[in-house]
Each structure stands twice: as C-alpha cells, then as structure tokens.
C-alpha cells in the first residue's frame, strides 16, 4: 500500500500533516506527532508584529488599517506572553532538525512585508524545509480596492520568493471576488502550494464588561465543505500543490480531500481536541478504506472526483446548488 505523496517538492510518507499549532511549540510533543505517523510538521507562526516590536520596522502596506497601528498595537499581547522571541523561534526550528526525521515547514503571519523578508532568510538558515506564508488580512478599510488587496499576497510571496531557495506556499482565505483567478496569480506569481483556508476568527462581545474579546473556536467537520469545493474546481488548472486545512478530522476526510485534488491534508483541531494519536487511527482507516476499496496508491485516489473531467465547472455548480435546495424535505 503505498501511501507516499509529494508536497513542494517534498516527497512525504503520506498526506497528514500537523498544521500550524501549539503543538509544535514542543521538541518532544513533534517526535510524538512523528512517532504516530504525521509525515510532515508545520511550526506554529512567527507573527509579523513579533518582528515589528523586535526591529521597529513598518512599511506603507501598514497604513491599509482603518484604524491607526499605534491604537492598534495598543490590543498587541505582552511580548512575555509569546512563547517564543523571533530569535529564539530560529533556534527552535534548528532544535527540530536535529530532533525529527520528518520535513520542518516554518510558518510567517502577517501582511506586509516589513520584516518578513530577512527573517524568511533565516528560517531557511535555520534549516527549515520550506515557509508556509500565512497572509492573515482582514479590508477593513473602504477606500481600498479588491486589486490591491490581491497585490499584497502577490507582492509578498514574489518578495520573499525572490530572496530565499527553499519551497514556499501561501496560505489563504476564501475571501476574492475571483478565487480561482486569484489562486492562478499566486501560481505564476511562484507559490510551491497552495493551503486552503486559513480561519478568519470571530470576535464576541462581553455585554457586562462592554468590551470585545477574543473568541477561539476549534473547526468542526463540516468547514471542511469549503477547501474541499476549491480544490476539487483548482485541481488541473494550476501546477502549485494545495494542501487542505479546516475541518479535517477523520480518515474519512482525508480520503474525501484526496480526491478532490488535495496533495496534503492538514490537521490541528482534532488533534487539539482528541490527541496526537488521532493521526495513526486516521493513517489505520485511511489504508483500511484503501484495501477494501481496492485502491494501492494515494497517487491513483488523487483528483479522481474533482471537476477536471466537468467541461463546464461553473454551471456544475449551479446545478448541485438547486438540487440541493430542492432535495431538503421539510416536516413542518
């Protein structure tokens, strides 16, 4: 049964992969992902506001905030409350090269390209197999376009591309008017892969303190509908690999984003949730369901119910839309 997958150029035992978590934040905690089976590892993020309070540097892409960045880094967390310091997430990429037989992704949050550059450099010094850019920009501001929104994922990715030689993939919200003509740029732009989505987390409101407060919510099954739609729509029409992340939670979604074209598929949540040997129950289901399907590869289960062979995507879409609407039955 052959299990084994490329991503970026990586040639991985299989296609689960721990996403960017704080699971990571521990050597020990990444063997054991390692030990149960995960065959490649996303470090948690460096975030760019890390960089910007270690270097002072800021860019003209900071002034897209509808709010000024002063007031904004007025709500910035303690530096103490980071797990680690810029220089020391470096050296904690290095302490899991020397610990683990399996690809270290490092991972840069942000917007601009301020700092990023340099420290993507040293990410890749540090001995880090490839940069997972995690893009996290919420337009808040109404004066500017959807155009130039897109120019800062592609301006960041061809300069960080254009100074460092390891694989790179972006990271990306569902957010464009176009996502496909979008996920093209990024292609031509030289993303190695494609990772989608990233959760844009909601805030609430404290109504005693009338305060806004954070609110983290672990993914459920069902957001894993929206990767799976795009990358079975994706697959065939661009030469990056995609990874897919949100609501993975079981073999059986493994398998379902396999076919829609995924290279990878990325887990955190359930991992969170159930523990770090949730991944060899999913690789144990995932070769189950191969033997009884009869399928030897995952190569020959890759893309086989995307919309590669639909002549016409858009239209297949419309069409499930309505058969859907109509299929519901109420008992009202």
Known sequence: MDLTTTYMGLKLKNPIVPSASPLSQSVDTVKAMEDAGAAAVVVYSLFEEQIIHESGELDHYLSYHAESYAEALSYFPEPDSFYLT???YLDHIANLKKAVNIPVIGSLNGVSKGGWIQYAKNIEQAGADALELNIYYVATNPDVPGSEIENIYLDTLKAVKSHIKIPVAVKLSPYFSSMANMAKKLDEAGADALVLFNRFYQPDFDLEKLEVVPNLVLSTNWEMRL?????SI??????ANMAATSGIHSHED???VI?????VA???SELLMNGIGRIKDMLNGLQRWMEENEYDSIKTMKGSMSQKSVAEPAAFERANYMKMLQSYKTHI
Do not use: S, T
């Not at 990767?227 to 990358?231: A, D, F, K, S, V």
């Not at 076919?259 to 290279?263: E, F, H, L, P, V």
């Open 86 to 88: 810029p220089y020391q």
């Open 254 to 256: 493994v398998i379902k």
């Open 234 to 239: 994706l697959y065939g029409n661009i030469k």
């Open 266 to 268: 990325m887990v955190c």
């Open 259 to 263: 076919m829609a074209g995924a290279d």
């Open 227 to 231: 990767p799976l739609r795009w990358i």
